[in-house]
Structures are given as C-alpha cells and as structure tokens.
C-alpha cells in the first residue's frame, strides 16, 4: 500500500509538472523558434528548485510523500533532460555543431549554478528564520 501511495504522489506531481513545462514551451517558443529556449529555461529553473528542495529537506524534516510529489513528480516532470539530449543530437546530425555545443554548455553551466545558488539562497533563508 505504500508503494501505491507514493506511486500516486509521484503521478500528481508529474502531472502538474508536465503541464508547466508544457506552458512554458508555449510562452517561449514564438521568442526565440531557432535556439531550444524553453528546454534551456526549464532546465535552469527545475535545477534551481530542485537545489532549494534538496537544501531544505538536508535541513528540515519533510514528509517523504511531500518529496515524492515535489521533486520526483512535479520537477521530475518539469526538467526536460531528455529532451534536451534530443535536441543536441538533432543539432549535431543537422550539421549545428556549435549550436548543439553551446547548449550542452548553457544548460550544464548555468543549471548547476542554479542548484549552487539555490542551495547557498535555502541555507541563508532558513539560517535566518531559525535564529
């Protein structure tokens, strides 16, 4: 029963995740239709929320089926690394070499600092709520 429970965590959160990475696409695309804009945002975004989520469960209790839903499910759902690998194959078998390097170089650079910056911003907020 447990593990159907977190299933379903999982699945909630998936969904809702999807569905903002779907947005997202949605409101980026028409900006910039040549350079896979909306991957390289959700990646930063989903990189620095799950690097505030990981920040704080290292410091605060939370309920494993809070962690399911948030970091498994939605932002699981929301970060689009295979699509990303897609789209550099894509690039690369297009003849886009530098444009298929400079994303894989954008989204490795800028997400892990996402996570950095996101856990240093959680450690600070919480270091200072709790004094």
Request: aromatic share 10%; with cysteine; charged share 5%.
């Amino acid at each position: 029963m447990a593990h159907l429970s977190a299933l379903l965590w999982v699945a909630l959160g998936g969904a809702i995740g999807a569905g903002a990475r779907y947005a997202v696409s949605l409101a980026l695309i028409s900006h910039a239709p040549r350079f896979p804009f909306a991957t390289l945002t959700v990646n930063i975004l989903g990189s620095f929320l799950l690097g505030l989520l990981f920040a704080y469960t290292q410091q605060q209790s939370v309920a494993e089926s809070w962690r399911l839903f948030i970091g498994v499910g939605v932002l699981g759902a929301f970060t689009t690394f295979s699509t990303f690998s897609v789209e550099v194959v894509a690039m690369m078998a297009q003849g886009e070499l530098a444009k298929a390097l400079l994303h894989v170089g954008l989204n490795v650079i800028l997400c892990v600092a996402a996570v950095v910056v996101a856990m240093m911003l959680m450690n600070s907020l919480l270091n200072i709520s709790v004094k």
